[in-house]
């Protein structure tokens, strides 16, 4: 992605002028009581009114006059654009200004030719820069340039409105794709050129927009001029808000100001439009408005997830991680935020909300080990069927940078019907969804965007929800009657007597507990485990099933082996029998009764001195499983 | 305009035509000192001013469409699809005919636009034939005011002969050609001079785009400028204006002749025609 650079630029770190002088002008010449008209900005070298300012940030040695390449003459302006992370700065720009000013109502055009050292689209080009309000800047941005000398004209919207304009030229462009490159421009000069025709204009895109609106809500109009350059093509001009006379339909519910500024003043409609130099303007702004805003009455409700759990960027109820901001005012964001508090609940009040940035960059956030994004919203606006709300969640990668390739984003989109007017939503939104976010080790960046001009929001974190790790009920009751029964371990039976729960030769930890009141066997860090009854072995050749209840959060694999010792009662002597049945991916946190007939247990072709109980768990030695209600029956 | 697939056209014919333009251009200024115009007593024959309805499609006693693609483009690689509907071509009620090309998806074809003609409903030989329009303009864009010999249908074409009063490439909207094209001398040979204004363009005012044909020459103006006199020495091939010839009036899109229009052409565009007349020399 390309970097841009704020426009138009108002902070200007260092300026110097440079002492270009025309040996052809007298400025004796010059009458005081009006501007001159002079058209040349730079044909081999600048005419004696200029100097030059970089902006501020910028590679303030990008500029040059070089002597070797030009189109005409002996010199052209030479652009040295920086690579990316440049310690020199970011990008090129800067602005060549007259110090006098100049009328160039006499004019229609700034010419200039250009061309670069590999093709190439300039950010920025254009005029009326004026280091101060930039009130009548114009200019072409994407400017596409080859390694060929090409002409390009930047026509200029309302001549009339620069009797006296200091911004001659000015550029602004970063490196492309992270390198930097030269460019160059030569026989800069303002022209009035029969052969530049059809000029119209706009503001909005040239669109129809309806937008809704609160009482004290501000907007900015952009527009732009339009005309056809000689060879058929229209160019646009993106237009200061000052070469246009706005009007508004209705005063009352919706001013605005010369410089393009909407206020919303009442509730009502208001129709906004413009024309540029009397030639009515393609676009306008339909206003809306509600009237005084509309507050929620109660605060969202508290988060409930323990704060061990959480990493929270906005919430009275956790510590706050460190926030960059709460809106980055980014290009094309029209959204204000504000610090309100509900009933003494610190809330952030989006209003004009088109989409806004939280930004935390210092550090990022590691929400590796998090489940669920978490937001609380409020709105007054309407829900209508095809209303949206969208969450999208920026990671910076490894780099731990903005771009450098390794940047990741998801968004996820909430339709209407979780959404509500006048009440709090709470969202609770899976991470694992967000599944273009490739990693979530360096999140940097919220974006909220979507149907929701008004916008309470609350309680943003990000949390774990933990799947329980024991059970919450005991393990259903066995109901068979006794008589059927030859049980190991139940608080239902009569037990027989068991030697141990686990013998020192397995792998896995015991422990009795309960489980709401009712007694479980509890292994953990499950390998397998060896349960005996060889002082009273069990003679189960009149029973038909085997019974065990498990519970487990994180099991994915159970077994079952039952050994019989044989006719001589004893470990060994080449008669034990023996057969383990496996159960892949049971359940998970439920209690499973496991009711195995005796004759899947194949191997097992005695029955009459079970001498010892084996339970398997995997993942090996990492899963801890609880049982319940041991038994045979028949 | 030509009938037939050319395809060596753009290059040389675009080298030609500018420094012949700069210079009648140059001379333009002077046009009353250099230029010797015979004395010719025109009387009116036909006309058409279009003072129809907004809307009103042209007068069907006057004029026929060609519709459709035609051969491989009308012979030329053209893109648009030629309808008779008010869309493409229609009165505006302010006295002119206006012919639209628009970039719109029409029977498979990406432009749609008009070709209208006096095939079958008028022709002459010999008179002044003038047109007074604006051009549309932007690259890609190739409106024309043209003629072609009545027996296209039983000789063809170039045999025809073909007189092109006014061509405009869209990318280069200050000039026009005349051209005439015959047996010998068509297609990318066409005989052929540009005009072009000074720091001026042919779709921001109207012109009158005009010929003066006699056995023997074929005279082309813009405005009351002569700018080039063609006569059988200055063929070729046999001259074969010496027959009944119809008018044309279209706007192209895309062709050998113009190029494809851009994704910066501005769409639609207009061919907007005060009248047309044609005259016959009293004796």
């Not at chain 1, 002996?74 to 060549?96: E, F, H, K, L, Q």
């Not at chain 1, 929701?452 to 949390?463: A, K, M, R, S, T």
């Not at chain 2, 003038?130 to 690259?139: F, M, N, Q, S, V």
């Not at chain 2, 119809?246 to 851009?262: E, I, Q, S």
Request: proline share 6%.
């Amino acid at each position: 992605m390309k970097h841009t650079y704020p426009y138009p630029v108002t902070g200007l770190i260092l300026a110097f002028t440079a002492l270009f002088f025309s040996c052809e002008r007298d400025l004796n010449e010059l009458d005081p009581a009006t501007y001159p008209t002079t058209a040349e900005v730079f044909i081999d070298a600048f005419s004696g009114d200029m100097g030059y300012a970089a902006f501020g940030g910028s590679d303030v040695r990008a500029f040059d006059v070089d002597t070797d390449v030009k189109y005409k003459g002996t010199s052209s302006m030479r652009i040295a654009v920086p690579d990316y992370d440049d310690p020199a700065g970011a990008y090129a720009g800067g602005v060549y200004f007259s110090n006098t000013g100049r009328d160039l109502s006499g004019y229609n055009v700034l010419t200039f030719w250009a061309k670069a050292s590999r093709p190439a689209s300039i950010d920025l080009i254009g005029f009326g820069n004026d280091l101060g309000e930039n009130k009548y800047q114009a200019a072409i941005a994407g400017v596409e340039v080859n390694t060929n000398w090409k002409k390009y004209y930047i026509p200029i919207p309302d001549p009339s409105k620069l009797k006296a304009e200091r911004g001659l030229l000015f550029f602004s462009e970063g490196p492309e794709n992270g390198t930097g490159y030269t460019f160059w421009i030569d026989e800069a000069r303002f022209e009035k050129l029969g052969t530049i025709a059809h000029a119209r204009s706009g503001i909005l895109d040239g669109a129809d927009v309806t937008q809704n609106a609160e009482t004290g809500n501000t907007f900015t109009i952009q527009g732009y001029a339009v005309a056809n350059l000689p060879n058929g093509v229209d160019q646009r001009v993106e237009t200061a808000p000052s070469y246009f006379d706005f009007a508004s339909s209705d005063t009352g519910v919706a001013g605005v100001s010369a410089s393009g500024v909407v206020n919303i003043l009442d509730a009502g409609t208001a129709v906004i439009t413009a024309t540029l130099a009397g030639v009515e303007s393609e676009g306008s702004l339909t206003i809306v408005s509600s009237g005084a805003p509309v507050l929620p009455q109660v605060a969202a409700p508290p988060p409930t997830v323990p704060a061990d759990k959480v990493i929270s960027v906005f919430s009275n109820v956790y510590d706050n991680v460190p926030v960059d901001f709460f809106n980055g005012y980014w290009q094309f964001s029209t959204a204000q935020v504000f610090d309100v508090q509900i009933n003494g609940d610190d809330v952030k009040r989006y209003t004009q909300l088109n989409f806004v940035g939280i930004q935390f960059t210092a550090p990022t956030i590691d929400a590796s080990t998090m489940t669920h994004f978490h937001i609380d919203i409020w709105t007054p606006d309407p829900v209508g069927p095809s209303t949206v709300f969208k969450v999208l969640l920026v990671d910076i990668g490894a780099d731990g940078a903005f771009g450098g390739g390794d940047d990741s984003s998801h968004e996820i989109t909430i339709n209407s019907s979780m959404l509500a007017t006048g009440s709090w939503i709470s969202l609770d939104l899976p991470l694992a969804s967000f599944t273009g976010l490739s990693s979530r080790t360096r999140l940097a960046q919220i974006v909220l965007s979507g149907g929701l001009p008004n916008l309470f929001v609350d309680n943003i974190f990000f949390y774990r929800e933990e799947s329980a790790t024991e059970p919450a009920v005991a393990a259903p009751a066995p109901t068979l009657p006794q008589a059927n029964v030859i049980s190991l371990f139940s608080e239902v039976y009569n037990n027989v007597p068991v030697d141990t729960w686990r013998t020192p030769w397995s792998s896995a930890a015991f422990e009795d507990v309960f489980i709401a009141g009712n007694a479980a066997k509890k292994y953990s860090a499950l390998d397998f485990v060896g349960i005996e009854t060889i002082v009273s072995q069990i003679d189960a050749t009149n029973m038909t099933h085997f019974h065990i209840d498990a519970w487990s959060a994180d099991f994915n694999f159970f077994g079952v082996k039952l050994v019989d010792f044989g006719a001589d009662g004893a470990f060994g002597g080449g008669d034990d029998v023996e057969h383990q049945v496996n159960f892949e991916m049971p359940a998970q946190g439920q209690w499973i009764s496991y009711d195995i007939p005796l004759s899947e247990f194949t191997g097992l072709t005695t029955r009459k001195h079970i001498s010892q109980f084996i339970l398997v768990g995997k993942p090996t030695g990492a899963n801890t499983v609880y049982v319940d209600n041991l038994y045979f029956h028949n | 305009m030509m009938y037939l697939n050319i395809k060596s056209l753009a290059l040389p014919m675009t080298a030609g035509i500018l420094p012949v333009s700069i210079l009648l251009s140059l001379s333009a200024c002077q046009a009353d000192e250099n230029q010797m115009l015979e004395r010719r007593n025109w009387q009116l024959v036909w006309s058409d001013e279009f003072d129809g309805a907004a809307g009103d499609a042209p007068d069907p006693a006057k004029w026929t469409y060609d519709i459709g693609t035609g051969s491989n483009g009308w012979g030329n690689q053209e893109l648009q699809y030629y309808t008779n509907r008010p869309e493409n071509v229609a009165m505006d009620g302010d006295g002119h005919l206006v012919i639209t090309a628009r970039r719109e998806t029409f029977a498979g074809a990406a432009f749609t636009s008009a070709r209208i003609k006096t095939q079958g409903l008028f022709t002459q030989t010999y008179g002044r034939f003038e047109a007074r329009l604006k051009t549309p303009y932007g690259p890609g864009l190739w409106p024309a005011f043209w003629m072609l010999g009545e027996d296209i249908v039983t000789d063809g074409w170039p045999q025809c002969g073909e007189m092109d009063i006014m061509e405009l490439r869209g990318q280069e909207p200050n000039i026009v050609n005349g051209s005439v094209h015959g047996p010998g001398y068509s297609g990318g040979g066409a005989i052929t001079k540009g005009f072009s204004l000074t720091d001026n363009r042919f779709d921001t005012d109207f012109h009158l785009f005009a010929i003066e044909w006699g056995e023997d020459y074929i005279e082309y103006f813009v405005d009351d400028t002569l700018y080039q006199r063609l006569t059988p020495d200055d063929l070729t091939g046999e001259w074969v204006f010496d027959h009944p010839f119809f008018m044309l009036l279209n706007v192209a899109v895309g062709g050998n002749y113009v190029g494809f229009p851009t994704t910066q052409t501005p769409f639609p565009q207009q061919m907007t025609i005060d009248y047309v007349r044609v005259y016959r020399e009293a004796n």
